[in-house]
Every structure is written in C-alpha cells, then in structure tokens.
C-alpha cells in the first residue's frame, strides 16, 4: 500500500476533489485470545488488500497502524496490530472502523464503480435531458443495487442499477444517465 503525504482535508476525511481520502474497509469487533488478535468484519469486496506489513487508520482520528498478522475467521479476519502484543491493549480499538487510503484502492473493471464515486452525481433522463434529482443512496439488495434518487420537489425516486436504465456515468461531468422505464416513475410517486 502507498501513502498519501498530505491529504487535503483529513479531519473530516474529503479531499479537495470531492473524493474521500479514506475508506472504511472493516469494523473492530471484540479481543479475541490473549496475544493481541481482534476480530474484523469486513466491509470490503477486496479483503486480499489486507496483508501482513500494510499499513491501515483506525477510529475517527485515523490513527495509522501496521498490520502484524491476518487470518480468516468465521467471515471476516482476525488481526493483530504492530504495538498491540496483548488482549488488553487491542481491547481500546474495539467498535472501531478500519480505513485505507482512497488512493490505494484496487482499481475496477470498466463500467463499474465505487459507492462513493456514485453518490452525488445528478441523474438525467436519457429521452428528455431533463434533471431527474441527485443520487442519494444506494441500497444494495440481492438481485442489484437500487439507486435512490432526491428530486428538488417530491418523494424520492427508486432506480434499478440495471443496464436498461443506466446508460452512463460520466464522472467527470458528475452526471449519470438514465432511461426510465414504463412505471418507474409512477411506482414512486
């Protein structure tokens, strides 16, 4: 993993760009033994990013700590930290978030993308050009993602994440296009 030298915004964890400069990839959950190992539930599709030596931020301050072991368990990992040599001292990280730096992030296949590259974008209607509203939310269900919607005036609006009705995101120009469906509109109002 590299870093980064100077985020531009690290206490609240944005970067100028707009991007976050971190990322929360598990969560501390409990001790586990006495030699320092806690139990981390993963938040990421990416787990294998988590190696031995790597250097990872914890809790809200970000508190950069070296990975000294990894182990898989149950669905997550159990680790232990360089420093943390016993259950008493990996005890105070516990309810914790576990982050990576933004910039380190394994890059994706084309057409795909990260939650927090989505969320914000202004959603357009393909056939019309008309602004739709902002994208919210995603609510990750087990068929596809549902993209949630916030039009200026109204109740928000549920977009499939299908190919039918994402056409484009276009991140550079912060927009996705959409073509609605016959009663998308109608099953949200």
């Known amino acids: 993993m590299g870093a980064l030298n100077s985020p531009a915004n690290a206490e609240t964890g944005s970067s100028s760009s707009g991007e976050p400069v971190y990322l929360a990839v598990g969560y501390l959950r409990r001790p586990h033994g006495v030699h320092g190992e806690i139990l981390l539930d993963l938040l990421t599709d990416f ?22 072991s990894r182990r898989g368990h149950a669905k ?30 394994p890059p994706l296949p084309k057409g795909e993308y990260y939650h927090h590259q ?3 974008l202004q959603v357009i209607v393909s056939q019309t ?15 596809n993602d549902v ?9 928000d609006i549920l977009l499939p994440a ?22 998308l509109l109608d099953e949200s109002e």
């Open 47 to 68: 787990p294998e990013r988590l190696q031995t030596d790597d250097l990872v931020y914890v809790g809200e301050a970000h508190t950069p700590m070296k990975l000294a």
């Open 76 to 105: 997550g990992l159990l680790i232990s930290f360089e420093g943390c040599q016993d259950r008493d001292e990996v005890a105070r990280l516990r309810n914790s978030y576990v982050y990576v730096l933004t910039a380190d992030r």
């Open 118 to 120: 989505l969320v914000g």
């Open 129 to 143: 050009g008309e602004a739709l509203g902002e994208l919210v939310d995603i609510v990750e269900t087990g068929a």
């Open 147 to 155: 993209y949630v919607v916030k039009p200026e005036t109204g109740r």
């Open 162 to 183: 299908i190919p039918e009705v994402i056409l484009d995101v276009d991140l550079v120009r912060c927009q996705m296009n959409v073509f609605l469906l016959p009663g």
